[in-house]
């Protein structure tokens, strides 16, 4: 089946700094999604990408739909506490298919 | 305020029991979902409807059921012949099941003692 790889599992930065995530495929996707969950809650949707080449920006997010359509890059600028969680990205495919979700990535930031 | 509602946020059933986890949306979508989440991994879908009084089982739908009477409404039942029903549930609801975004609701701990 479609999978979405997203590595590495966790990741630890100093408050400040930037931090990079993509998410992988080998297949093709329509909608690259990105959410955020806070521990013992429902994910949150961050940003959403419909396009090939699509860069998108929410607050500090900027999020980017690859052109090849087989990835996409999330990037949190000046973190802080609060951007503490597992960020999950998430893609259809196809009319009709189901959302894949990644693993995910858990996101600590140090003071 | 609109939104997806589950309750309760912590459950806790014995072993053998069956257990019907609530969920709820004031948003008019018309898809609703349900995953599971364990430790570690990402989610697993169990069960989603497109439309009322319709719904299709997921990747992992041995040991689940759900019904989808209203528009607004998706409950899910765990029975006792799901082998590991300890995990975190969370129901979702899109306008459609194509492309758009899933919004989530909070969650519902379910605990086998």
């Known amino acids: 089946g479609q999978q979405l790889n997203q590595s590495p599992q966790s990741m630890f930065i100093q408050e400040g700094e930037d931090v990079s995530m993509n998410c992988t495929s080998s297949?093709?996707?329509?909608?690259w999604l990105w959410y955020k969950q806070d521990p013992g809650e429902g994910p949150v949707l961050l940003i959403a990408l419909y396009k090939a080449g699509e860069l998108t920006s929410n607050g500090r997010l900027t999020a980017q739909f690859g052109i090849t359509r087989k990835d996409s890059f999330l990037n949190i600028s000046a973190s802080i506490p609060s951007d503490v969680g597992i960020y999950f990205c998430a893609g259809h495919s196809g009319a009709n298919s189901k959302l894949t979700f990644g693993k995910g990535i858990t996101l600590s930031v140090r003071p | 305020d609109g939104g997806i509602t589950q309750s309760p946020k912590y459950l806790f059933r014995k072993e053998g029991q069956n257990v019907t986890l609530s969920c709820e949306q004031n948003?008019?979508?018309?898809?609703m979902y349900w995953y599971r989440q364990d430790p570690g991994q990402g989610l697993r879908l169990i069960y989603y409807s497109q439309i009322v009084n319709d719904f299709q089982k997921g990747d992992i739908a041995e040991g689940y059921s759900v019904s989808r009477e209203k528009k607004e409404s998706f409950p899910l039942t765990v029975t006792s012949a799901q082998k590991n029903p300890t995990a975190f549930y969370l129901c979702?609801?899109?306008?459609?099941?194509?492309?758009?975004?899933?919004?989530f609701g909070p969650g519902t701990r379910l605990t086998v003692l």
């Open positions: 979702a609801s899109s306008i459609e099941s194509q492309y758009n975004e899933q919004f």
């Open positions: 297949s093709i996707f329509n909608t």
């Open positions: 948003l008019n979508h018309d898809a």
